[in-house]
């Protein structure tokens, strides 16, 4: 049995285990942090040998992180954010100013949030005044100026050079397993609001003969859709993040959705140090991991 003073966590193997839960497998994680395979299996199995216990399974058909990995995971989160929040803290300038930040309802419950929380202790003369809204408004506010940055969900084709992209997703057509969906009449469409970007997409490839869509719902988060969806209301547009084993993804009839892209935009004219301090430690962290959790 291995003696518990001779054990010890390497801050780059955590930082690959936490890669491999972000980016679901090795090959990926090895993929994302620019990494050989070797490279990052070794990191997971020299921390194996030094604590004496497995953390991936390994076994074909299972889950990628043994009950032992699953608990240090989440101790990893914890000692990677003290250890982050440490050496930006050593290096800190006596930063002040105020950012008028703009999030989604799903970075709210991200690794952002995380790292404003970060920010906001390190730097406590700056003030971090944060709104909470869709896509669409929080580009609108921007174009405003009523933001200096905001965290939004767009389109693959939409990203500007000046982004700082922080996520990847698909989004697919879904309905429940239970529903049947009658042959050439109108489908039941079950949409955000207004100011949802999926929403006017589906219109517009209506209007164009792409879809009959009749929309017979409509709510502005996505836990609704997804109550919706599950009740077998009619069929929705989601992300891959919101998919659940009992939604079935609908891959012929319709067209196909374009990809998603979550990105850090910036104002036009909005440039200040506070500002630059944020979004260089959100490019860090996307530089750690290759790239960043969001809400699921």
Known sequence: MIETNSRRLDIDALRALRAIKIHGGVTRAADAL??????????IKRMETSLGCELLDRRPGRGTFTRDGETLLAYAGKILGLHDEALVSLAKSDLAGRILLGFTEDTTCSDLSRILGRFRRVHPQVAVRT???MSLVLRSMLERGELDVAIIQIFAHEVRPTDVVLFREALHWVKSRELTLEDGGPLPFLSFDEDCFYRRWAIDIGQDGGADL????????AAGIIAAVQAGLGVALLSDRHLRPEMEIISEGLPAPPPLVYVVRRAKKARNTALESLVTEVQAEIRRYGSLALAS
Request: charged content about 25%; proline content about 0%; glycine content about 4%.
């Open 214 to 221: 009749d929309t017979v719902f409509e709510c502005s988060s």
């Open 34 to 43: 620019g990494l050989s395979q070797s490279a990052v299996s070794h990191k």
């Open 131 to 133: 709104k909470v809204r």
